[in-house]
């Protein structure tokens, strides 16, 4: 027989994760889908809903699912799927947020953003991976997340983007300052929201970027 204060104690847990990964107040201007941007060979455009199970069929692997999650090393697979099928849920219920990176037409990749306002001011988040393997290391993480980046500053007019990183995931640390972050002690973007504290994150490196900081590398 199900124990129900287990249960409960299980579904409270899944209800913490959605909320430090998805369940952020949006600001009224983020669009209903994301319009297609070019740079190249390089688009980023709306994830379509039949682009759900090649998302999903990435996110099989556990140990991308643990760095493109920033999950504690301790984490084991079992709690990994847990996140990824809240992900999955919730991609299901609202797209709004997940871009997809195609290379020649080609999906290759998935950026999630968010963006909030704050005392008068927008922020942005961001997360990335890169899903197929042999795309990795080519640059198009760099130039997808610089090219989403002059959205979130030109058309959505944030002030700032944000974004965090596992403490072990060199390669993220590496394209994040490629780009032109710095570390900060914290992120304002989860500023007032509820911080779930068992959920099982590493360690993490937090990232800012401002609008004049972005704008001064493209003069
Ligand atoms: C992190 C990630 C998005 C970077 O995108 P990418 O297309 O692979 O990276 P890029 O080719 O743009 O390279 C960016 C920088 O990382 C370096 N880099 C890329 N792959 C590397 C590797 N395997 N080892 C060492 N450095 C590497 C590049 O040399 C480049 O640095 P440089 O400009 O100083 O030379 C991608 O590797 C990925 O999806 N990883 C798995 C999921 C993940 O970690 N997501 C981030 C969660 S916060």
Same mark, same amino acid.
Not at 71 to 75: H, P, V, W
Not at 185 to 192: I, K
């Given at each position: 027989m199900t124990d129900i204060s287990e249960l409960r104690s299980r579904l409270r847990r899944a209800f913490e994760r959605m909320l430090r990964y998805v369940n952020v107040p949006l600001a009224?201007?983020?669009?209903s889908s994301f319009p297609e941007c070019r740079d190249g060979d390089l688009t980023l455009r709306g994830l379509r809903e039949q682009e759900i199970a090649v998302f999903s069929g990435w996110l099989r692997d556990l140990h991308l699912a643990r760095y493109a999650f920033g999950?504690? +090393?301790?984490?084991d697979d079992s709690y990994i799927q847990g996140v990824v099928n809240d992900h999955i849920s919730f991609l299901k219920q609202d797209r709004r947020s997940y871009v997809a990176i195609c290379v020649n037409n080609k999906l290759i990749g998935c950026i999630y953003y968010h963006i909030r306002d704050i005392d008068g001011l927008r922020f942005g988040i961001l997360g990335i991976f890169i899903g197929l393997e042999e795309e990795r290391g080519r640059g198009y993480g760099t130039r997808s997340l610089d090219l989403l980046l002059g959205f979130l500053f030109?058309? +959505?007019?944030?002030?700032c983007v944000e974004l965090d990183t596992a403490n072990y995931n060199k390669v993220a640390q590496r394209t994040y300052e490629g780009l032109g972050f710095s570390v900060c002690?914290?992120?304002?973007?989860?500023?007032?929201l509820p911080s779930p504290n068992d959920i099982e994150l590493a360690p993490s490196v937090y990232y800012r970027l401002t609008k004049e900081q972005w704008q001064a590398r493209h003069i």
């Open positions: 009224s201007g983020m669009p999950l504690s +090393l301790d984490a030109g058309e +959505l007019g944030c002030s002690a914290d992120q304002r973007f989860y500023e007032g």
